[in-house]
Every structure is written in structure tokens, then in C-alpha cells.
Nanobody, 126 residues
Framework: QVQLVEAGGGLVQAGGSLRLSCAAS????????MAWFRQAPGKEREFVAAGNWQDGSTDYSDSVKGRFSISRDNRKTTGYLQMNSLKPEDTATYYC???????????????????WGRGTQVTVSS
């Protein structure tokens, strides 16, 4: 079992930055993929970024590529989503997700993740 707790959301002006964190407890060694999804009111949950903690590979949605960066600490207990050049359309609840068996081609599919945090709100004002 893996437990995930997000932190770091808040209100920021357009063009600003925020760093979200996702504290993971439980078994995070070996094969482990952590992803970030977001959901705005009235919209479906969408993929933002994902990273494989074992081999360091990452991927991003086109809407955040070049602005957001996913990483983890060396102890493999906390994942991060660094968000730069924020836009009002980035406003959403951001969720951390993780899975130990997901394949690369399924990283974008929220239904394939077994573990989820409760989310943290990010609001970008114009």
C-alpha cells in the first residue's frame, strides 16, 4: 500500500511559480511511477506529468511542457511538481497519483493508477 499527501497549492498571479509536493509513504522502492493530474470545475481530470522513480524517465502534457517539471527527492519519499510561468488556465485541483505496475503507454490514463492523494487547489489570477 502507498499513501500520498499533496501540499503546496495556493493563489498566485499569472506568470508566477508554485511547487507542489507529494509525500509518499509505504513501498516506494523498485518500480514506482508518480504522476500529477488536475481537474478544473466542470472539466474532466487531465494528465499533467509523470515520472518513473526507478529509471528517471518523465513525460508531460503538451499544455505544460517547458513550464512544469516533475522530480523526486533522493530518498524516494517525496515527489515534486515545479510549476513556472503559470497561467489562469492552470487553475485546478491538482492530484498526485502513483502506481507500481503501470506501463509507460498508460501514464496518461488516470484509471490505471492505484493510489491517489486528496488533491491541492491551485488558483492563478490574471
Amino acid at each position: 500500500q502507498v499513501q500520498l499527501v499533496e501540499a503546496g497549492g495556493g493563489l498566485v498571479q499569472a506568470g508566477g511559480s508554485l511547487r507542489l509536493s507529494c509525500a509518499a509513504s509505504g513501498r516506494t522502492s523498485g518500480r514506482f511511477v508518480m504522476a500529477w493530474f488536475r481537474q478544473a470545475p466542470g472539466k474532466e481530470r487531465e494528465f499533467v506529468a509523470a515520472g518513473n522513480w526507478q529509471d528517471g524517465s518523465t513525460d508531460y502534457s503538451d499544455s505544460v511542457k517547458g513550464r512544469f517539471s516533475i522530480s523526486r527527492d533522493n530518498r524516494k519519499t517525496t515527489g515534486y511538481l515545479q510549476m513556472n510561468s503559470l497561467k489562469p488556465e492552470d487553475t485546478a485541483t491538482y492530484y498526485c497519483a502513483a502506481d507500481r505496475t503501470i506501463i509507460r503507454s498508460s501514464w496518461y490514463n488516470s484509471s490505471q493508477y492505484d493510489y491517489w492523494g486528496r488533491g491541492t487547489q491551485v488558483t492563478v489570477s490574471s
